[in-house]
């Protein structure tokens, strides 16, 4: 398989380090062709993971989307969700035809409330059967570490998407094979609401014990929200989801645990008193997590109408401009 990725980030830096690894010529598009020519030289992104190197014969860089997606037979996203638009917008109509495509994108789209699949249909008429998604929790930093980690591809196809892992397995990565292709993606819309939630707990200096409860409770709400989003959307997978499982419960709790949780950082910012917009400046990086609790709360009141009040509350104080401490006192009766 001739692998492309989309994006130049810390995610897409770590899956362009997993396919080289495993030994895969790869396209990579990045923006920023004085990028490109540093990691010519120098053999890292100047930018994410600096400790993750390459061997230049195996990357194939680009800054032009279009040459990267010709060449491409699997094309990897691995772009903030804000930008992915934009980003496939430069493409033509047809160009996805034939191809297979992995988001890596755990995120939804802000301006239409569209999954990724979604977009790709109306757009580019791109089938589901040919649409994979890689997640799982999987920190790009640990990876860049050669920690060991566990990464789930979804399809609806389940011996293709076999097929398309076994190109991620290293010896620092198994992998998972998964159909609820609806499923996973709103898990990881959800959980960085949830992991910005904790760190907004933590910021307002709630303890440990506090931090427990709130995460279980978060994961049921979110299990009931899988549940009806997968009749909503009128899809189902082959087998029964286990929403115990690493990609929905795993990717849960290491966003909200570690500390290498851009959500996590977020809300802790946003618990100490900082403005989203402070916060944002401050991070200088994308905090999912903001944008997909609007997304989901305006999702949610228009065709799921699930029971989500932790994640309600979440947008309340994001975009109502709800106290934190205000809000974290409406959800403590909602744990126990």
């Known amino acids: 398989m001739k692998f492309g990725i989309l994006g130049s980030g810390s995610w897409a830096t770590a899956i362009a380090k997993i396919l080289t690894d495993n030994g895969n010529i790869i396209h990579w598009w990045i923006r920023n062709a004085e990028s490109i020519q540093y990691i010519q030289k120098r053999k890292h992104n100047p930018h994410y993971l600096s400790g993750a190197y390459f061997l230049p014969e195996q990357l194939i860089l680009a800054d032009d989307i279009k040459e990267v997606v010709a060449h491409a037979e699997v094309i ?23 191809k297979k495509i992995i988001s890596a994108v755990k995120g939804i789209l802000p301006d239409s409330n569209k999954l990724i699949h979604q977009y790709l249909a109306e757009n580019f008429n791109f089938p ?72 907004i707990a933590h910021g307002l200096e709630y303890g440990d014990n506090f931090l427990s409860v709130y995460i279980a409770a978060c994961a049921n709400e979110m299990a009931a929200f899988l549940q009806k989003i997968s009749v909503s959307a009128g899809q189902s997978s082959y087998k029964e989801p286990n929403y115990n499982s690493s990609v929905y419960l795993g990717d849960l709790l290491v966003t ?81």
């Not at 999987?138 to 076994?166: M, R, W």
């Not at 403005?275 to 997590?289: F, Q, R, T, Y």
């Not at 228009?302 to 401009?321: C, F, K, M, Q």
């Open 128 to 199: 589901l059967h040919d649409y994979f998604t890689l997640f799982g929790p999987c920190h790009a930093e640990e990876v860049a570490a050669e920690k060991l980690s566990y990464l789930t591809l979804s399809g609806v196809d389940e011996q293709v998407t076999t097929d398309i892992a076994t190109h991620f397995k290293t010896e620092y990565i198994n992998t998972i094979v998964n159909t609820d292709i609806i499923g996973v993606q709103y898990a990881a819309v959800l959980k960085n609401i949830y992991a910005l939630g904790a760190g």
């Open 256 to 336: 909200c645990y570690s500390l290498f949780s851009r959500n996590r950082t977020f809300g802790n910012m946003i618990g100490k008193g900082y403005s989203v917009k402070s916060a944002i400046l401050e991070m200088n990086m994308v905090a999912e997590g903001y944008n997909a609790s609007k997304c989901i709360h305006q999702t949610n009141a228009a065709t799921v109408l699930a029971d989500i009040p932790i994640a309600s509350t979440i947008y309340e104080i994001l975009w109502e401009h709800l106290p934190a401490f205000e809000g974290f006192k409406k959800i403590e009766p909602f744990l126990v």
């Open 76 to 98: 990897v996203i691995a772009i903030p969700s804000a930008y992915v638009a934009q980003a496939l917008s430069l493409i033509p109509g047809d160009a996805l035809a034939g």
